[in-house]
């Protein structure tokens, strides 16, 4: 027994542990070393050439394509990280936009101008005038610019292609040219909504990354092992058993997240090493299928309409809800949180969202029902993780909102 909370938290903080550093398992770790994409980033290098030599009055986009975990984020982030460290230009900056996140050409705008230094007011501006002065902001202050926007497909389906040609329009209207692009995707989908001269723009620009194999998912894993835990600690065995269960969709961030469940499954254990089991009692915690920052993103209207669904799919323990009674638990969730509930139409506009984003699956009921309804159903991970990873975040932005009514 311990004879204080204080006792425990401190047996805890010096229990022995194999992992030396938890920051390097973070998905936003941004590792020194890329195995397997070391050429992309020399063609990256290659196409953004005029940054390092000084051609000032050059622009040029690329893109970047591949599927989930393929190394598209941590690329173009190192990129930016080995640019800042070697261009002299003055007034150079690397600014890197998750559309996910800023998901409106208003709010890309809006990020561009203050990550600038430029503040604006919240409210008041069109996108054309928030353009206007970001074109201006880039003369007075001669700003030579990386933008990556990641996630562009999202953006675009969701809003159209104008923001692209809002973007690309600024090398026009200014003169000199301040700004090149990196866009992020996860294939080329999204261009086939420009017209053809603009798309054939892409074309020589182009890095599509494959999905990972096993033995490259190994080298990975194996360096990550490196820095994060202590020496000879992750056993062979246990680094290829994660290569070979994220080898199946090819994905380095399903096969970090392994390695991280499996060194705490091994200190849980108390053993010095990582041994296969630790990976595969790992493997029956982690969800790859539902990736925890979409969700985090969410609205909190979307985030109480999603768990509506998944209370009711869970009580119900049916495959199917409509949305009738999605609804009828939204409003008690509401309630529950302290929130107003939404109008029936806008509450249709967050399961579009959702479903947008391949959290939900909407579909019309078919024969033997009826009428027509519309049947939501949550494909992927289990419902308790998911209703998990929500209520956490819930319970977390509640409380920001009674800490700031305090200090309010
Ligand atoms: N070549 C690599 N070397 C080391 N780690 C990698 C590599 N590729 C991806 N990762 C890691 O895998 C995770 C997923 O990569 P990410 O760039 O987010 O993939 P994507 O953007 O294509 O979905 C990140 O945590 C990243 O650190
Ligand atoms: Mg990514």
Request: positive net charge; charged residues 25%; contains cysteine.
């Amino acid at each position: 027994m311990y004879s204080s909370d204080e006792d425990y938290f401190k047996l805890l903080a010096e229990k022995p542990s194999v992992i030396k550093n938890e920051g390097y398992l973070s998905i936003s770790f941004i590792p020194p070393l890329l195995p397997h994409r070391e050429e992309e980033l020399r063609l990256l290098a290659k196409q953004y050439k005029h940054l390092t030599n000084n051609y000032l009055n050059f622009s040029r986009y690329a893109t970047i394509t591949g599927p989930t975990g393929s190394g598209k984020t941590t690329l173009a982030k190192r990129f930016g990280q080995i640019l800042e460290n070697v261009v002299k230009i003055k007034n150079f900056h690397f600014i890197y936009i998750n559309c996910r996140i800023y998901k409106s050409p208003y709010l890309i705008f809006n990020v561009l101008l203050q990550k600038l230094n430029k503040n604006i007011p919240q409210r008041g501006y069109s996108v054309e005038e928030l353009q206007h002065f970001f074109v201006k902001h880039l003369q007075q202050n001669k700003y030579k610019l990386l933008i990556v926007l990641d996630e562009i497909d999202y953006l675009v389906t969701r809003t159209g292609t104008d923001i692209l040609y809002s973007l690309l329009r600024i090398g026009e209207i200014s003169q000199d040219q301040y700004v090149s692009y990196i866009f992020i995707a996860k294939n080329t989908n999204f261009l086939k909504l420009l017209d053809t001269s603009t798309q054939s723009s892409f074309h020589s620009n182009h890095i599509s990354l494959d999905r990972y194999s096993e033995s490259d998912l190994i080298d990975i894993v194996r360096s990550r092992a490196e820095l994060a835990f202590y020496k000879e600690t992750v056993t062979d065995d246990a680094i290829r058993l994660i290569a070979d269960i994220a080898s199946k969709t090819g994905d380095a961030r399903y096969a970090i997240e392994l390695l991280w469940g499996a060194g705490h499954c091994c200190d849980n254990d108390n053993s010095p090493v990582v041994y296969p089991d630790h990976v595969r009692k790992a493997k029956s915690l982690i969800h790859p299928e539902l990736r925890k920052e979409v969700v985090l993103v969410l609205s909190i209207h979307e985030k109480l309409t999603l768990l509506s669904i998944l209370r009711k799919l869970k009580h119900t323990k049916n495959a199917y809800i409509s949305t009738s009674d999605a609804i009828s638990t939204y409003r008690l969730l509401c309630e529950e949180y302290g929130e107003h509930p939404r109008k029936h139409t806008q509450f249709w506009s967050y399961l579009n969202e959702l479903s947008k984003q391949d959290i939900i699956n909407c579909k019309l009921s078919g024969k033997g029902m009826k009428g027509k309804t519309t049947l939501i159903s949550v494909p992927d991970a289990p419902l308790a993780f998911i209703e998990d990873v929500i209520l956490k975040s819930l319970t977390k932005s509640k409380g920001e909102v009674s800490q700031k009514k305090e200090v309010g």
